[in-house]
T-cell receptor, first 113, second 116 residues
Framework: DVKVTQSSRYLVKRTGEKVFLECVQD?????MFWYRQDPGLGLRLIYF???????EKGDIPEGYSVSREKKERFSLILESASTNQTSMYLC????????????FGPGTRLTVT | AQTVTQSQPEMSVQEAETVTLSCTYD???????LFWYKQPPSRQMILVIR??????QNATENRFSVNFQKAAKSFSLKISDSQLGDAAMYFC?????????????FGKGTKLTVNP
């Protein structure tokens, strides 16, 4: 079974802190994604990566950056956390393109106070 | 840009009954993929069913089936013999078949409640 894990289920940070969210997948997937999920807004793509050291902006990249130094790991960085970044963050991975299934992690609920 | 619309923020169904969740999408492309994902409360999102646009036959997975109407750009999900475990958020998603299109575009979701 494909497994996508995220470093924390719950995280509380203060405004202005630098925050790292880690995601690891164990199936050698090329593509990895970071989404944020907010009630009534669905899932919105922050960044994705289609290869090591490659990244593309999604729909809402402002205030975020990412790092992919190894194929299995994709990190989301909040350079200076703000209260409007309080949200559920979901990581996902997928092999290739086409009809391949996208696998999701359990999510990290981040609260910025 | 493609958009996905789920017009029903919430739905409810009695156990053992059938329910249909609506999804429409907007695209100018002829080849693409459509998905339904399920997110149970406090659990990971999982794939329910998927469909390739060039296949006219509607996809089926056990109690889950879709009604794919390409001309109408509609992709509804039918759940038969609903079970308590079907209670979840359901998301419809679109992905282009064009090369280099890795992004999934999601609708805002429909919360399904199953009443015993």
């Amino acid at each position: 079974d494909v497994k996508v894990t995220q470093s924390s289920r719950y995280l509380v940070k203060r405004t202005g802190e630098k925050v790292f969210l880690e995601c690891v997948q164990d199936m050698d997937h090329e593509n990895m994604f970071w989404y944020r999920q907010d009630p009534g807004l669905g899932l919105r793509l922050i960044y994705f990566s289609y290869d090591v050291k490659m990244k593309e902006k999604g729909d809402i990249p402002e205030g975020y950056s990412v790092s992919r130094e190894k194929k299995e790991r994709f990190s989301l960085i909040l350079e200076s956390a703000s209260t409007n970044q309080t949200s559920m963050y979901l990581c996902a991975s997928r092999h290739g393109v086409g009809l391949y299934e996208q696998y999701f992690g359990p999510g990290t609920r981040l609260t910025v106070t | 840009a493609q958009t996905v619309t789920q017009s029903q923020p919430e739905m409810s169904v009695q156990e053992a009954e059938t329910v249909t969740l609506s999804c429409t999408y907007d695209t100018s492309e002829s080849d693409y993929y459509l998905f339904w994902y399920k997110q149970p409360p406090s659990r990971q999102m999982i794939l329910v069913i998927r469909q390739e646009a060039y296949k006219q036959q509607n996809a089926t997975e056990n109690r889950f089936s879709v009604n794919f109407q390409k001309a109408a750009k509609s992709f509804s999900l039918k759940i038969s013999d609903s079970q308590l475990g079907d209670a979840a958020m359901y998301f419809c998603a679109y992905r282009s078949a064009q090369g280099g299109s890795e992004k999934l575009v999601f609708g805002k979701g429909t919360k399904l409640t199953v009443n015993p």
